[in-house]
T-cell receptor, first 112, second 113 residues
Framework: QKEVEQDPGPLSVPEGAIVSLNCTYS??????FMWYRQYSRKGPELLMY????GNKEDGRFTAQVDKSSKYISLFIRDSQPSDSATYLC????????????FGRGTSLIVHP | DADVTQTPRNRITKTGKRIMLECSQT?????MYWYRQDPGLGLRLIYY???????NKGEISDGYSVSRQAQAKFSLSLESAIPNQTALYFC????????????FGPGTRLTVL
């Protein structure tokens, strides 16, 4: 079993839909959690970062972490065609080494 | 100008050839990383460096070597390329302990025939 599991999709939704992207993990030492967005032929860019359980909101994006269930989610409200990309979750433990473990990524397609 | 640049952006080579991928950054970050990305496998760490004198192996370092020529430059070499090294390669940087954000370059698409 991989430390971080993420369904690769693709996930296809109509414009305006609420999108839910999820990752599960097995390492209880993970303390920080991130979501990256990767457009085709581009490098990943950080979308959301959180260091605790609960919700964090930024515009149309909400990151949710449930450490007791080892489950994280990214919600996208009012999805747009420009949100079409691959979304990667990443997480890691404490300390200065900072070697995050990435999920495989979920491909999201938002069609007009 | 991009903060993290990678050259070349695309490369096709033959089995057994030596290949060097280069990464440069203007962000002034000490920490640099090399990843490869394969369909269905996500990002896997090859090597990382916390400063010019510090080089560390990642999850999949076999068949690769690196050189940190300066704070701003981190090169990845494939001494004798093989077809299963065909992948998308990313360089990333990180400022230091006060933030966990990594900044990725645009990637190099490498094909080994």
């Amino acid at each position: 079993q991989k430390e971080v599991e993420q369904d690769p999709g693709p996930l296809s939704v109509p414009e305006g839909a609420i999108v839910s992207l999820n990752c599960t993990y097995s390492n209880s030492a993970f303390q920080y959690f991130m979501w990256y967005r990767q457009y085709s032929r581009k490098g990943p860019e950080l979308l959301m970062y959180t260091y605790s359980s609960g919700n964090k909101e930024d515009g149309r994006f909400t990151a949710q972490v449930d450490k007791s269930s080892k489950y994280i989610s990214l919600f996208i409200r009012d999805s747009q065609p420009s949100d079409s990309a691959t979304y990667l979750c990443a997480m890691g433990g404490s300390g200065g080494s900072y070697i995050p473990t990435f999920g495989r990524g979920t491909s999201l397609i938002v069609h007009p | 100008d991009a903060d993290v640049t990678q050259t070349p952006r695309n490369r096709i080579t033959k089995t057994g050839k030596r290949i060097m991928l280069e990464c440069s950054q203007t962000k002034g970050h000490d920490r640099m990383y090399w990843y490869r990305q394969d369909p269905g496998l996500g990002l896997r760490l090859i090597y990382y460096s916390f400063d010019v004198k510090d080089i560390n192996k990642g999850e999949i370092s076999d068949g690769y070597s690196v050189s940190r020529q300066a704070q701003a430059k981190f090169s990845l070499s494939l001494e004798s390329a093989i077809p299963n090294q065909t992948a998308l390669y990313f360089c990333a940087t990180r400022p230091g302990l006060d933030t966990d954000t990594q900044y990725f370059g645009p990637g190099t698409r490498l094909t080994v025939l």
